[in-house]
């Protein structure tokens, strides 16, 4: 997978590091046996980057 460029919501090293043992905690009591696919720290930069940048969903009506 290619490096992808960073943005000025993404978390800093510092910061991953204060929150990174709270979400691997719960990832491990949630797993049941399977392998992560997910980086968890992805997840978060995501979820900042919508709440900054105001990034609306796209939902299809059915």
């Given at each position: 997978m290619t490096e992808r460029r960073a943005y000025p919501s993404d978390l800093k090293d510092d910061?991953?590091?204060?929150i990174e043992p709270l979400l691997v905690e719960w990832r491990a009591a949630r797993a049941e046996g399977r392998e992560p696919t997910t980086d968890l720290r992805e997840?978060?930069?995501?979820?900042?980057y919508v709440a900054r940048t105001g990034v609306g969903l796209a939902v299809s009506a059915p």
């Open positions: 910061q991953w590091e204060l997840v978060v930069n995501a979820i900042f």
